[in-house]
């Protein structure tokens, strides 16, 4: 299988759509994952700015991250 991203959207930074199609790798077992780039949408606002952040979902509080993060 073979899957193409970018893997978010232009106006969020969470993975959505890299979970909806690990779920269908789930399903459908095949025996090769190939993912090809890129991982961000580059036309995301918060890329181009540098600002990246997020919401925490425990704290409900604003994270911010750099590039390091991000790709962790």
């Not at 606002?45 to 425990?58: E, H, L, M, N, V």
Request: aromatic share 10%.
């Amino acid at each position: 299988m073979v899957a193409a991203g970018p893997f978010t959207t232009a106006d969020s930074l969470n993975y959505d759509a890299l979970r909806d199609l690990l779920q269908i790798v789930e399903r459908d077992r095949p025996h090769s994952l190939i993912l090809l780039g890129p991982f961000l949408d580059g036309a995301n606002a918060d890329i181009k700015s540098a600002d990246i952040c997020f919401r925490d979902k425990t704290s409900n509080q604003v994270v911010f991250m750099d590039f390091d993060d991000l790709f962790e």
